[in-house]
């Protein structure tokens, strides 16, 4: 899972440590949710079972983990809930039709009925998330609130600046950086991040993404 993007960050030159940190963090969600038994729970195993939802998961897991060493966490329970959170931010797909699930990688070309259902998969994740007995609240936060931006221009919730978990931050700059990188694999996707996206993050947490690809 994840190869395609562990490929491009090997020809970003990003340092073999940091790519370990990656692949590590894939681990260590692949094993929090066999330890947990999401892997045979309905959604979660349907999740595991669809190779564009876990692979785009597995991917977010290694962009998040940069920031995460960026930011020098080292609770290992703490950067392991926030790998899961980010391999599962986008279980609440499963529930939408398949029509619209195929349009998420260009979401313009969504009708104003499809746009209103697909901003409900974050809250629709974070409900499926908060059903599994001992679940720690931070995954199905991260869930709900991947979308949201600190212009209030995200969605559920709109929420803005001081309302959204920076694990939820972090997990939803590494999904933009993953749309920009697959519209245009050979652009400089970091330069747009730059500038089309720095007002939607908070500083820290862009700082963090900005000297993780100088690592």
Do not use: W
Not at 48 to 69: C, E, F, P, R
Not at 107 to 117: D, I, V
């Amino acid at each position: 899972l994840g190869s395609e993007t562990f490929g491009y960050l090997q020809s970003a030159g990003i340092s073999e440590a940091t790519l370990g940190v990656a692949q590590s963090f894939v681990k260590q969600a692949n094993y929090l949710v066999k330890k947990t038994g999401l892997h045979n729970v309905g959604e979660m195993k349907a999740f595991l079972d669809n190779m564009d939802l876990s692979d785009h998961g597995a991917s977010n897991v290694m962009i998040t983990s940069m920031m995460v060493k960026s930011m020098g966490f080292v609770d290992d329970k703490v950067t392991g809930l926030i790998a899961m959170g980010a391999f599962l931010h986008d279980i609440g797909l499963l529930s939408l039709p398949e029509a619209i699930r195929n349009k998420e990688d260009n979401e313009a070309s969504l009708t104003p009925e499809e746009r209103e259902k697909y901003e409900l998969h974050p809250k629709l994740g974070a409900d499926m998330l908060s059903k599994v007995p001992h679940m720690n609240p931070l995954v199905p936060q991260i869930a709900m609130q991947h979308h949201e931006r600190r212009t209030r221009k995200g969605f559920p919730n709109k929420l803005g600046s001081g309302a959204i978990s920076p694990a939820a931050e972090m997990v939803g700059l590494s999904d933009t950086f993953l749309r920009i990188v697959k519209a245009n694999p050979g652009g400089n996707a970091l330069e747009l991040i730059k500038q089309e996206y720095s007002d939607d993050f908070s500083l820290k947490i862009m700082d963090s993404f900005l000297r993780a690809f100088q690592a």
